[in-house]
Nanobody, 122 residues
Framework: VQLQASGGGLVQAGGSLRLSCAASERTLSRYAMGWFRRAPEKEREFVAGIWWSGDTTEYADSVKGRFTISRDNAKNTMYLQMSSLKPEDTAVYYC????????????????WGQGTQVTVSS
């Protein structure tokens, strides 16, 4: 499975962006998916995850109430709607897919996209 993340860019604090993660094959619907991010000089961290059915999601405390993860299995695509962005949200955002037992563990995901840069100016 190949994943292609897109939608990053430069936005002012308080603004919004929507990230997309497109998969190369229809079997994406069998996998859980997640978004992770790596800020400069920091470890990669969990942002949000969604089970294959789309009915269960999980978020990092730092983004709850501001970010929304969703997926469209018919389009083989996952989304991350980001609102009320803060400078501390600046990072490279990665999408991932896999057969995982827990959405939050990056080590459980087998497939990764290349990352898309999100920069939030103050």
């Amino acid at each position: 499975v190949q994943l292609q993340a897109s939608g990053g860019g430069l936005v002012q604090a308080g603004g919004s962006l929507r990230l997309s993660c497109a998969a190369s094959e229809r079997t994406l619907s069998r996998y859980a998916m997640g978004w992770f991010r790596r800020a400069p000089e920091k470890e990669r961290e969990f942002v949000a995850g969604i089970w294959w059915s789309g009915d269960t999601t999980e978020y990092a405390d730092s983004v709850k109430g501001r970010f929304t993860i969703s997926r469209d299995n018919a389009k083989n695509t996952m989304y991350l709607q980001m609102s009320s962005l803060k400078p501390e949200d600046t990072a490279v955002y990665y999408c991932a897919a896999g057969r995982v037992a827990t959405l939050t563990s990056q080590y459980a995901y087998a497939y990764w996209g290349q990352g898309t840069q999100v920069t939030v100016s103050s």
